[in-house]
């Protein structure tokens, strides 16, 4: 798998489609310029049905639990070997892009980067 999604990310994208009865659910991440740090992460609920089988890749998991997420060409590029996760922090909860090998440098808050170039 190009990008991965952690068991955590999984369950809690389980736990929203089960909640908005909704099984296409999916998790669209995207990379824009911007940020502190030149690129950012944007993450949106989707359904998986809305992806463009031209421009889009769908991640699934491994396992049954059927979790996806969405990323497009452009975005791919700068997030393969990733991962997706779901972190609980005293701040709130959120998905998150971890372990990013293109990325050499990230803000405080992990939501944007700067790469090699």
Do not use: W
Not at 93 to 109: D, E, L, M, R, W
């Amino acid at each position: 798998m190009v990008v991965d999604i952690t068991p955590r990310a999984a369950k809690r994208l389980n736990e929203i489609m089960a909640k908005d009865a909704n099984p296409d659910l999916a998790l669209r991440v995207t990379v824009q310029s911007g940020g502190c740090h030149g690129f950012q992460y944007l993450m949106s609920l989707t359904s998986a049905r809305e992806a463009s089988p031209e421009d889009d890749t769908i991640f699934e998991t491994d396992d049954d639990s059927k979790a996806r997420v969405v990323m497009d060409e452009p975005s791919l590029e700068l997030l393969k070997g990733s991962q997706v996760d779901y972190t609980m922090e005293l701040i709130g909860s959120q998905f998150k892009i971890v372990g990013n090998p293109a990325a050499t440098s990230s803000c405080g808050c992990g939501t944007s980067f700067d790469i090699k170039v």
